[in-house]
């Protein structure tokens, strides 16, 4: 009797915990989009698209990312993971140094659909106060990892004070999969529209085709007259 009892009582952790952690729904981009409360991307008649990187900061290639953002006079947003924040103090301090302003990608860069909301609630907050030291007065955005959402962590996230940024579908690039550097850039390039949010990473990895592939479409891009801001700035020339 005692056994079945301890059966009883595991299966039902197991159940609730997975109820928890796994089965709740994520939300889909039609069911949000109309309230403003996720951003894609930015109706603007101005040529202006928002870089953004996610999973670092990485001491090998965020520096040669600032160097070239630098170069072309771009600004971008990095979506830096908490944990990783913690191991490389001197390269946060050289995104803001630069002008470029930090997002929010969790502490550890978990799934929402694989631990549940209070993990990634545990997350957001953790990684919250690591972002505050560099940047305390700052529009605060947040980009959940692989873009997984459900209605809990988005309401969560605005009781925090955060936005709530994807990317343009059009321009997923999926660069951590190492496709080319030539057709990274001419996916930007052929893609290319007012408003967009451009989804690269500078960690997590190598990243030397993301390299290659900016050396690429941000001259091609300026030279089409577009220019490259913060997603704060993106937000601002919305219309």
């Known amino acids: 009797m005692k056994k079945w009892v301890q059966f009883v009582i595991a299966v039902f952790c197991f159940y609730t915990s997975g109820q928890n952690n796994v089965l709740a729904e994520m939300i889909k981009r039609e069911q949000v989009e109309p309230t403003g409360h996720v951003i894609w991307d930015v109706a603007t008649h101005k040529k202006v698209i928002a870089l953004t990187f996610d999973d670092g900061p990485d001491p090998v290639y965020t520096p040669q990312i600032l160097a070239l953002l630098e170069k072309y006079g771009a600004h971008a947003t990095f979506f830096q993971i908490g944990n990783r924040m913690e191991l490389y103090p001197d390269v946060v301090e050289q995104v803001v140094e630069a002008g470029h302003e930090l997002g929010n990608h969790s502490m550890t860069h978990p799934y929402e659909n694989k631990v549940g909301f209070q993990q990634m609630r545990h997350e957001v907050v953790l990684a919250d106060r690591i972002i505050q030291k560099y940047q305390p007065n700052h529009p605060k955005l947040f980009r959940p990892p692989g873009g997984y959402l459900d209605n ?8 925090l004070g955060y936005r ?7 321009q997923e690039l999926k660069d951590w999969s190492l496709p080319g550097a030539l057709n990274i850039a001419n996916h930007v390039i052929s893609h290319a529209r007012n408003g967009d949010i451009i989804l690269l990473h500078d960690g997590g990895g190598d990243r030397s085709q993301t390299l290659q592939a900016l050396k690429i479409f941000l001259p091609a891009l300026k030279e089409k007259g577009y220019n490259f801001v913060t997603v704060s700035e993106l937000l601002s020339n919305k219309e």
Not at 152 to 159: C, D, I, K, Y
């Open 152 to 159: 809990s962590l988005l309401q969560e996230a605005r009781e």
């Open 164 to 170: 709530v940024v994807l990317w343009s579908y059009h």
